[in-house]
């Protein structure tokens, strides 16, 4: 097939590129690298089947040739980077979706939406089950984010019933791995990099709020699933495994090891107290579910991000 992938230099669309081009499939790789990084291409810089596009999907983009599939991960994904560019989550989400399903319509392509866990807020229900509407403070800082994936996910579903654009949308729970930056600002990155550096590990609130962590290998390959299969409704990917916030500092604190004290911050506004995914519908429909347990997942990420702290 001939896939676009947007935001395909980012820590996701990376990766999955790399699992398209792997498979035998020509990849157009469409990115305007305000958070992505093209360091995360370098493996495949050279390959004659990815094609790099230097652009921001929310504004129009004309695509020669044929297209089967797209794939939009294009946005800003952790609460540094949507703070820090409040109006260009926004847009993408809005603008940038809008074109990308216009594309999609044009060249009669399949599209799957990245959407997020975010879509649920600080949840009420618990684990989170697609049929499960959310609850989001739409105000708040942290709903530029949670805001613009709930609106492309209406749009996408609009663009399915009255245009027939073959549509899924993935809502993905928190994932790691290899090529996260050490200034992400979430939870793994951030513990991982104060623990190597040897600084204060900063836990906020009291660390008992829980998050699942999926490894990324794990996540791509349920996302390749989905691509394969007819999904009308969102479908949650995510590890079910919950463990609070200051068991996974402590744990990573024994893995590395280090000597690093665990301090204790104010709670951001609107953060979730428990973020866990449902995925009977990943398992029955897709059958799907993760493989990498936590302990092993950061095993694998810790020595990459060693090394990246030892060269900066």
Known sequence: MRIMVTGGAGFL???LCARLVGEGHTVLCVDN??????????????????ELIRHDITKPLDIEGALDYILHFASP????????????????????THNALGIAKAKRAKFLLASTSEVYGD????????????????IGPRGVYDEAKRFAEALTMAYRQQHRVATRIVRIFNTYGPRMRTNDGRAIPAFITQALRG???TVFGDGHQTRSFCYVDDLIEGIVRLMQADMVQPVN?????????????????????????????ALPQDDPKQR????????RLLGWSP?????????????????????E
């Not at 952790?78 to 940038?96: A, E, M, N, R, W």
């Not at 495994?241 to 204790?264: D, K, N, Y």
């Not at 866990?276 to 398992?283: E, F, M, S, V, Y």
């Open 13 to 15: 669309g990376s990766y």
């Open 33 to 50: 690298f305000i958070t992505g990084n093209e360091a995360n291409l370098d493996a495949l810089r050279a390959h004659p089947r990815l």
């Open 77 to 96: 994904a952790s609460p540094v980077d949507y703070l820090h560019y409040p109006i260009q989550t926004l847009k993408v989400g809005s603008l940038g």
């Open 123 to 138: 949840p009420q229900v618990h684990p989170q089950r697609e049929d499960y509407w959310g609850h989001v403070n739409p």
């Open 199 to 201: 600084d204060d590990i």
């Open 237 to 265: 990917l995510g590890n079910p495994e919950e463990c609070t916030i200051l068991e996974l500092a402590q744990q990573i604190t024994q893995a590395i090891p280090s000597r690093s004290r665990i301090v204790f911050r």
């Open 276 to 283: 866990c995914p449902d995925i009977t519908l990943a398992k």
């Open 291 to 311: 493989t990498v347990p936590l302990a092993e997942g950061l095993g694998r990420t810790i020595p990459w991000f060693r090394t990246v702290c030892s060269s």
